[in-house]
């Protein structure tokens, strides 16, 4: 799976928007983008994943730049639950088995 | 929803014990994962299988074994445990096509002592 950076941690307050970025300047054409989050004590969970259009859930929105090096996570209304943190990885849709490498991921924290 | 299972939330362990870490999912997918995080380490790959009976090495295989006799279970086993195994373990699982979406377990928390 290609590399992507993120920044190790961002603040947020309670109830505005949070905008995570992340880079991936190596990504492949078959690499989709997908957003996971871990709250303490528990096993990431799956937030979002697209591949070349933005793309909104319940969760959160997703918005891939053009040239798809780069996305960005959007959590419309932050709340205190949404503190986690967040990782940006790439999986290949031709390789549903290959290993996931998850980085360091973003440590969001929101404050009330 | 996706649902996987780990039969252990907190164990705790004596050194040269043989350990089994159990994990079921509900949604017929056909590969699965064993992941060990620690601190500062991020999630490291153990083990994954794409098929029962199958399974592949990943990044820390040494002094893991696993098993896929059904598609829906895949058992992590501790041959002789020891203290550096003391690690949260998360098992996953995805299903081909679906966007590779993976999903994880609650986690099972070993201590090795």
């Known amino acids: 799976d290609a590399k992507t950076t993120q920044p190790n941690s961002m603040e947020s307050n309670e109830e505005e928007p949070v905008h995570l970025p992340c880079n991936h300047s190596?990504?492949?054409?078959?690499?989709?983008i997908h957003w996971y989050r871990q709250l303490p004590s528990q096993g990431p969970e799956y937030v979002i994943h697209?591949?070349?259009s933005n793309v909104n859930n319940r969760m959160a929105s997703l918005a891939i730049a053009e040239d798809r090096k780069s996305s960005t996570l959007i959590l419309h209304r932050a709340t205190l639950r949404d503190a986690a943190v967040y990782y940006c990885?790439?999986?290949?849709?031709?390789?549903?088995?290959?290993?996931?490498?998850f980085g360091g991921g973003t440590r969001l924290m929101v404050k009330p | 929803d996706v649902k996987v299972t780990q039969s252990s939330r907190y164990l705790v362990k004596r050194t040269g014990e043989k350990v089994f870490l159990e994990c079921v999912q509900d949604m017929d997918h056909e590969n699965m994962f064993w992941y060990r995080q620690d601190p500062g380490l991020g999630l490291r790959l153990i083990y994954f299988s794409y098929d029962v009976k199958m399974k592949e090495k990943g990044d820390i295989p040494e002094g893991y074994s696993v098993s896929r006799e059904k598609k829906e279970r895949f058992s992590l086993i501790l041959e002789s445990a020891s203290t550096n195994q003391t690690s949260m373990y998360l098992c996953?699982?995805?299903?081909?096509?679906?966007?590779?979406?993976?999903?994880f377990g609650e986690g099972s928390w070993l201590t090795v002592v």
């Open positions: 996953a699982s995805s299903l081909d096509g679906d966007g590779n979406t993976i999903y």
């Open positions: 190596t990504i492949s054409g078959t690499d989709y």
């Open positions: 990885i790439l999986r290949d849709y031709h390789n549903a088995g290959n290993m996931l490498t």
């Open positions: 697209g591949l070349t």
